[in-house]
């Protein structure tokens, strides 16, 4: 069984369109994160989410809008895609809302902006 | 703001001897650090961490060493095996700007270890 699921796996889209990727963690945690790795590498945090509710927003477009339905969800809503908007996002979870935890990665949705 | 540096993208080893990876990290705020593993197209997958507290790590094969006056932590890989080729990222954690809920992680080092 996958710990932290993502779904697509891949996504191509057209610039101006609207997406959304799915993570699902089965591990019991209470934490949920989403990183997006850019064309330089880094792993940036973007949004975590604890119990549902938001406690990191970085910097990040309001184009992007994260929702945790319920523990083991957090899905990512992209408006208006853009060129830049291309990269590999990861969703990850943890225990507790710490950075002193393990957290646990899926395998990335590649996000392809046209 | 690179907060956390990995200066060498690449590193390639012998199967049997020693890799050593390398990671700066410029926040004296920092006080947790993690390695990471991550294989093509899967998610990083965590590898030792080490506290502060602490200047050295061991879990089997793998140690991480702590230097906190240079602000400088390594993995150390013996002995190093095929399998554990892969990119390998340092992650910090701390109370940086009132929050130690988020990693803050390097661009990673290409480990390639030859049969």
């Known amino acids: 069984d996958t710990a932290v699921s993502q779904t697509p796996k891949y996504l191509v889209t057209q610039m101006g369109n609207d997406k959304s990727i799915k993570c699902e963690q089965n591990?019991?945690?209470?934490?949920m994160y989403w990183y997006k790795q850019d064309s330089k590498k880094f792993l940036k945090i973007m949004f975590s989410?604890?119990?549902?509710?938001?406690?990191i927003n970085e910097t990040v477009p309001n184009r992007f809008s994260p929702k945790s339905p319920d523990k083991a969800h957090l899905n990512l809503h992209i408006n208006s895609l853009e060129l830049g908007d291309s990269a590999v996002y990861f969703c990850?979870?943890?225990?507790?809302?710490?950075?002193?935890?393990?957290?646990?990665f899926g395998p990335g949705t590649r996000l392809t902006v046209l | 703001d690179q907060q956390v540096k990995q200066n060498s993208p690449s590193l390639s080893v012998q199967e049997g001897r020693i890799s050593i990876l390398n990671c700066d990290y410029t926040?004296?705020?920092?006080?947790?650090f993690l390695w990471y593993k991550k294989y093509p197209a899967e998610g990083p997958t965590f590898l030792i961490s080490?506290?502060?507290?602490?200047d050295k790590n061991e879990d089997g094969r793998f140690t991480v060493f702590l230097n906190k006056s240079a602000k400088h932590l390594s993995l150390h890989i013996v002995p190093s095996q095929p399998g554990d080729s892969a990119v390998y990222f340092c992650?910090?954690?701390?109370?940086?700007?009132?929050?130690?809920?988020?990693?803050?992680f390097g661009k990673g080092t290409l480990l390639t270890v030859n049969p």
């Open positions: 990850a979870s943890s225990q507790f809302p710490s950075g002193y935890n393990e957290q646990f």
């Open positions: 989410y604890n119990n549902k509710e938001l406690i």
């Open positions: 591990l019991g945690h209470d934490t």
């Open positions: 992650a910090a954690s701390g109370n940086s700007g009132g929050s130690n809920y988020k990693l803050t």
């Open positions: 080490i506290s502060s507290i602490k």
């Open positions: 926040n004296s705020m920092f006080d947790y």
